[in-house]
């Protein structure tokens, strides 16, 4: 499959099936959750209805993936990848590592690599027309109104309103479950608001005109293109000191390390129960400047000064059953033990990053750079973009973002305004109704 043969206008309805082995494996356990359910007990086909949910992909997901797969990255950015899987680096140790084996947010169209780019990252790519991926090539694509997700949440929300209702006017104590219809309530307002900045977020992305980098000018524009490194170098990120946990070509990042702790305690009922949990220990990150090239030419991007950034999934995760020593071993338990009273089971560090070649998508704002940093760069101005940067500074109605990934790729994860809106906000309505009935 290629982007020719791709309907990026979805319509009304698509049927989505998962993709990823991981979440077939959810979607066949939601079936059988499902089917069961209605012989056993309806309460498991809810839980069915919301496991097929959260396991379908977004109407365009899958597709893309298709294409993706079809357009493979030039040799030369694939040698700049990190080898994806799982891999065993002790097992005495229980040491091991995992780079995910599909990334979507990483180019769907084939990317120029590194042989191809000029030595000047500021002048235009080939023949100067925008990258194949770029939105004046591809468009802007649009969700089908209800998918699988869709219909499957209408009905989890339709399950869980009759459930609430039946529940508190078949009870004998109304007591025992007049919390039901706040707590549902409570969940509805809760989603919604995350469906609302979803919303919001994808409005911004998919209405905002996307700029040329060669004729951009002061403002707020949207700007999608490739990671391209400037005169400040790149990042060798040594993810919390360990030779053996290190990510090159870093332009923006961040790491964190964290303990899984199992400790016992006592519930209401007096019994002795035990609970396990991830505890963020430390963390880091940072970036330097970098060059947005979309094939038109190539702008300077400040990634420290975005307050929203999203990275995609991680990059890379690590996990031990031991820390890097044995005096750091020895303190954590003691920590552990002192502070939680559990002991350390597993230590894990995850590190998310922006990498030189990636794709990269921003809505931010354009200014003049200082004449100074012109002349370091030995920069005569003859190049308009190189005159300016961009930095994430929020104007009136527009929110400084940069993500990684394209407009294809972000926008073809995200679900439709009536998924991640209107849904939400039907089981808010619910549960209020319910909630004032039962006053």
């Given at each position: 499959m290629n982007i020719s043969e791709l309907d990026l206008d979805r319509g009304f309805f698509q049927l989505?099936?998962?993709?990823?082995?991981?979440?077939?494996?959810?979607?066949?356990?939601?079936?059988?959750?499902?089917?069961?359910?209605?012989?056993?007990?309806?309460?498991?086909?809810?839980?069915?209805?919301?496991?097929?949910?959260?396991?379908?992909?977004?109407?365009?997901?899958?597709?893309?993936?298709?294409?993706?797969?079809?357009?493979?990255?030039?040799?030369?950015?694939?040698?700049?990848?990190?080898?994806?899987?799982?891999?065993?680096?002790?097992?005495?140790?229980?040491?091991?590592?995992?780079?995910?084996?599909?990334?979507?947010?990483?180019?769907?169209?084939?990317?120029?690599?590194?042989?191809?780019?000029?030595?000047?990252?500021?002048?235009?790519?080939?023949?100067?027309?925008?990258?194949?991926?770029?939105?004046?090539?591809?468009?802007?694509?649009?969700?089908?109104?209800?998918?699988?997700?869709?219909?499957?949440?209408?009905?989890?929300?339709?399950?869980?309103?009759?459930?609430?209702?039946?529940?508190?006017?078949?009870?004998?104590?109304?007591?025992?479950?007049?919390?039901?219809?706040?707590?549902?309530?409570?969940?509805?307002?809760?989603?919604?608001?995350?469906?609302?900045?979803?919303?919001?977020?994808?409005?911004?992305?998919?209405?905002?005109?996307?700029?040329?980098?060669?004729?951009?000018?002061?403002?707020?524009?949207?700007?999608?293109?490739?990671?391209?490194?400037?005169?400040?170098?790149?990042?060798?990120?040594?993810?919390?000191?360990?030779?053996?946990?290190?990510?090159?070509?870093c332009v923006h990042f961040h790491w964190s390390y964290e303990v899984k702790i199992r400790e016992k305690y006592t519930d209401s009922e007096g019994k002795t129960q035990t609970r396990e949990y991830w505890k963020t220990i430390r963390e880091d990150g940072g970036g330097v400047p970098f060059i947005l090239n979309d094939g038109t030419g190539g702008i300077l991007v400040k990634p420290t000064t975005f307050k929203r950034t999203d990275m995609g999934q991680y990059l890379k995760r690590w996990e031990s059953n031991h820390a890097d020593s044995l005096k750091k071993e020895l303190g954590m338990e003691f920590a552990a033990r002192l502070f939680t009273g559990g002991n350390v089971i597993k230590h894990r560090w995850t590190i998310y990053a922006l990498r030189v070649g990636n794709p990269v998508y921003l809505v931010g704002t354009t200014r003049s750079r200082p004449q100074e940093e012109l002349q370091n760069e030995g920069l005569d101005g003859t190049l308009q973009n190189t005159l300016l940067e961009v930095v994430g500074e929020d104007a009136p109605g527009v929110k400084a973002t940069l993500q990684r990934g394209t407009e294809l790729a972000n926008l073809g994860r995200m679900r439709s305004s009536f998924e991640v809106m209107i849904i939400p906000l039907c089981l808010t309505i619910g549960g209020l109704i319910i909630s004032l009935m039962n006053l």
């Open positions: 989505t099936m998962p993709y990823r082995w991981q979440y077939w494996i959810g979607w066949v356990i939601g079936m059988i959750m499902i089917v069961a359910g209605i012989v056993v007990n309806p309460a498991i086909s809810l839980l069915g209805l919301l496991f097929v949910g959260l396991c379908s992909p977004g109407s365009l997901e899958a597709d893309l993936h298709k294409v993706r797969q079809a357009a493979p990255q030039p040799e030369d950015l694939e040698k700049e990848a990190l080898e994806k899987g799982f891999s065993i680096d002790s097992w005495w140790m229980g040491r091991t590592s995992y780079a995910p084996t599909t990334d979507p947010s990483d180019w769907i169209l084939t990317a120029p690599g590194p042989t191809t780019w000029n030595e000047n990252q500021y002048l235009p790519h080939g023949d100067g027309t925008p990258l194949p991926e770029h939105p004046v090539n591809v468009g802007t694509p649009r969700p089908a109104t209800v998918s699988t997700y869709g219909i499957t949440m209408i009905l989890f929300v339709v399950g869980i309103c009759i459930g609430v209702w039946w529940a508190v006017e078949d009870s004998a104590s109304k007591e025992d479950v007049l919390f039901l219809p706040y707590v549902a309530l409570g969940v509805g307002v809760i989603w919604t608001l995350i469906g609302y900045f979803q919303y919001k977020m994808q409005r911004q992305m998919a209405d905002t005109p996307t700029s040329l980098v060669r004729s951009v000018a002061v403002g707020n524009p949207e700007l999608v293109g490739q990671v391209r490194p400037s005169k400040s170098g790149v990042l060798r990120v040594v993810v919390d000191g360990h030779p053996n946990r290190v990510i090159p070509n």
